[in-house]
Each structure stands twice: as structure tokens, then as C-alpha cells.
């Protein structure tokens, strides 16, 4: 008698770990489709953002080569626009710019 029960006993706990199995199954599915857009979304973020730079230093007229650094007035207007363009976007994604102008 205790071995019928203890056949029956391990066959639910069989079946309901597999529920569980399959239920983490597809959670990681889903978040791997959300990690992989979000992770698409920054790149193509990151993408304009270095566009919209390499704009801005091309028509300032104070930069004449390349090799020189820009100034700390340009840094700042460059700064404002691309918080004024994606300042939304980039919180949302956590995607900041540093004091050199990199996006991190």
C-alpha cells in the first residue's frame, strides 16, 4: 500500500514540475523577443545620436581639423540638441550621453 502511494506521490510531483518547467519556458521565450527589440531600439538610437553629432561638428566653423577638440560651447549646444531631439527616447532605453560626447 505505502508503494502505490508513493508511486501516485511522485507522479504528481512529476506533472507539476513540469508545469513549472513549462511555464518558465515561456516566459524566457517572451522576454528574449522583448531583450533582442530593445536591444535593436538602442542600437538604432545610438545610431542617430553619433549621426546628429558628427553633423553638428561638421558646421562648426571654429573646428577647423579634426585633431582638435571641440570646445566646451560647442559640447554644451550639441548637448541641448540631442536632449531636445531624444531626451525622451533615451530615458526610456537608459542611454546617456558622457562629457566627451560618447554615448554609453
Known sequence: MKKLIKTIQTFFISILSYNKYLKFYFINKKLK???????????KLRYEITTLIKKYTKWDKD??????????????????QVD?????QMKALNVKL???????
Open 63 to 80: 573646428n577647423v581639423s579634426k585633431y582638435i577638440p571641440l570646445d566646451e560651447k560647442t559640447k554644451a549646444e550639441i548637448r541641448f
Open 33 to 43: 523577443k522583448a531583450v533582442t527589440n530593445k536591444t535593436k531600439e538602442r542600437l
Open 98 to 104: 558622457n562629457s566627451k560626447l560618447q554615448v554609453v
Open 84 to 88: 531636445l531631439k531624444f531626451g525622451k
